[in-house]
DNA sequence: CCCAGATGTTTGATGTCATCAAGTAACTCG
DNA sequence: CGAGTTACTTGATGACATCAAACATCTGGG
């Protein structure tokens, strides 16, 4: 049988080896974000910019200080990886939007990261769903806090 | 069975849902540290601390530059977290070890932790076991990079 | 035995991220 | 309109992170 299943393991394992591969995934982000010239975090503002974001609303995705998230674009927007945009409807808001530069590094990175993991490819299509499901129904409740 | 098992997820899906987890793990972590006044770091490298480290070995521990401990530990152990004790063995290597208030704090820390996760509780010992089996499989080839 | 090279730790310079406090401009609503 | 909120920035400060360089100590081959 598929020797998948072991003994139950205690929920102290289980955090662990969750810990464990978050790290090792954080890392390889990282690895793949230097690469190319970027920190960790500014990879990290690149990947919510599929659409313009305002400043604050970066400041949620990050769960940071909004001022934290003026140095991050000043630094993106000197590498023209970004550029502020006045909203047309509340000038008091500047909307963020990732420059073609920027989301073609940000692509790249994505790809480095994909192609670093073969780890997927050791599941079959059904591990793969069940692992999906277990882990979805985890989500929301690791979430919560 | 169990209708965990979805649609089959893509690679892409997988992995998305694992940085979820791992970033709410990590912040969950975060907290609980700095509830103690400890930056998320500190905390990781009183994790680390079972016995008596090496600065070296902190530093591949958590995969960073050597001169960077020495700030860290420098810091922990101006709190009384931690002490520095000399190598018996080779006069050049300093030994860290936790102090009693170090094991305190940090297992507190890990208390909080478990406390916040309910989580793990939505799963029956069948499922825990799947879920640790698939990740115990994942696991290796992620840590490869 | 002894010296050249490797290793463990620290210091100093520099840059990024994180927070907080304060300031300015713009919106909102009674 | 004016009081209060909201968005963004600036400035101060501290923790991490890296690199380069200094220093003491270990190690191995001659």
Redesign the pocket.
Known sequence: MSETATHAPTKVQLLELLAAIGTAQWREFAAAAAQHG????????LAQLDGPV??????VL???????????????EARELVR?EP?P????????VATEAGRQVIRRVREEMQAAHGALDTLDEAESATLYGLLARLRPSMEKG
């Open positions: 970027l920190t960790p975090t500014q990879a990290r503002v305002p400043m604050r609303g970066l400041a990050l769960v940071c200080d909004a001022s934290n998230v003026t140095g991050i674009v000043d630094r993106l502020r909203d409807a509340d000038r008091r808001v500047k909307n963020v």
